[in-house]
């Protein structure tokens, strides 16, 4: 769920926070990806048939499909990607997990009736509230990216904070989710949009943390509150309470405990048991990876296994794994692609696929986490449908 209106919060106040970038801005860059964020985008994505994509026994494959394909994308961009799973939830988070179910189970029903009535548009909209990661998408994410050679970690807890830890560490440069607690973890950096399907066509947009707090006028803490108010996955909310008035009454008294002594109660109940503190804390000191634990490595991609895993196995087309040989040919160094010509043009299976050849001129290297040029070329051939 992350921080309702929060981004548009930010937006409002703090304008000169986003920044709106090119991935091509991020070569060199090491990015903490909130896995279990990219996994359910791609679940709910939709072909131009209306149909989620399945294979021939019927198991789901959009997740492999868009790990396998955006993760690409991101190598051929010079990015170096560490997607962070998800642990055990908090907790706190059991309330909101509960709500949920709920919302699941409405879902459901609704589903059914728009079914019945043959009313597309809602299908598609309930089967979407459906949606739910699960452990063997997972893991099935996992073996691909280990197959890739790309590094994963498993967050002890929320994924959000590890990313969070992993950036104020300084071991990547930052947190990549769509859900804004990640600011409410302290990453100092947030990106959303860098996994967002290329179709969408929308700007990555890049958020400073520290700007936040200056533009706004507020510490962390002070933050952390602000959050609260907008409603988080661990507790409820003030009734009455909007963006607008949050961040004023923030402003004003400084703390949620201030607020509940300066509002009228009647107007504006706050939730009874209210564990607005325990939240606060879970901001505050959340559990995560030990940083001094993590070494990352990029290593070669296992070719065989990934054509065994995802053809094999998955039942993929074999075209689906030619990148395979463009990922292959860049690993251990960071290259900028340069097309030169279109050898062959032709038609299968009802797909127009062309060789391309492609050139990379200079190639890189990284020096104390900052590309450098190398002289060299050379070139590769890469199969691609379109």
């Not at 009736?113 to 548009?121: I, K, N, V, Y």
Request: hydrophobic content about 35%; proline content about 4%.
């Amino acid at each position: 769920m992350g921080i309702h209106g929060l981004a548009k919060l930010i937006a409002d106040h703090a304008p000169s926070a986003i920044k709106e970038q090119d991935i091509k801005n991020y070569f060199g860059r090491k990015i903490a990806i909130d896995a279990s964020m990219c996994i359910y985008q791609f679940l709910i994505a939709v072909r131009q048939d209306g149909n989620v994509l399945q294979n021939e026994d019927g198991e789901t494959t959009s997740h492999l499909m868009g790990m396998f394909y955006r993760t690409i994308r991101m190598l051929e961009s010079g990015i170096k990607p560490v997607y962070v799973f998800d642990g055990k939830p908090p907790q706190l988070k059991s309330g909101e997990l509960e709500k949920r179910g709920e919302r699941r189970a409405e879902a459901e029903k609704l589903l059914a009736q728009a079914q019945e009535a043959g009313e597309q548009e809602n299908i598609d909209k309930f089967s979407k509230r459906l949606v739910k990661v699960t452990k063997q998408h997972n893991e099935e994410c996992k073996k691909l990216l280990t197959l890739m050679g790309v590094p994963y970690i498993e967050a002890p807890c929320e994924a959000e904070a590890s990313c969070a830890a992993l950036v104020k560490s300084g071991k990547v440069y930052a947190t990549a989710t769509e859900d804004m607690d990640g600011l409410t973890f302290g990453t100092t950096v947030l990106l959303r949009h860098l996994t967002a399907s290329e179709a969408k066509k929308l700007p990555i947009q890049e958020f400073h943390f520290s700007r936040i707090l200056q533009e706004m006028g507020v510490t962390h803490q002070q933050f952390i509150d602000l959050c609260i108010l907008l409603g988080c996955d661990y507790c409820g909310t003030i009734k009455g309470i909007g963006p607008k008035r949050a961040i004023d009454l923030i402003k004003q008294h400084g703390s949620i405990e201030e607020i509940l002594e300066n509002i009228d109660p009647n107007k504006h109940p706050a939730p009874e048991d209210w564990l607005y503190k325990e939240a606060r804390s879970l901001f505050l000191e959340p559990e995560v990876i030990n940083d001094a634990t993590v070494d990352l490595k990029w290593n070669e991609p296992d070719e065989d296994g990934l054509i065994q895993f995802m053809c094999a196995e998955k039942q993929f087309r074999y075209k689906a794994t030619k990148s395979i040989n463009l990922t292959s040919e860049k690993r251990g160094t960071q290259s900028t692609l340069h097309e030169v010509q279109c050898k062959v043009s032709t038609v299968s299976d009802g797909l127009r696929c062309h060789i391309i050849c492609w050139c990379w001129s200079t190639m890189f290297s990284e020096v104390q986490g900052q590309p450098s040029r190398i002289p060299g070329s050379f070139r590769a051939l890469h199969a691609s449908c379109c």
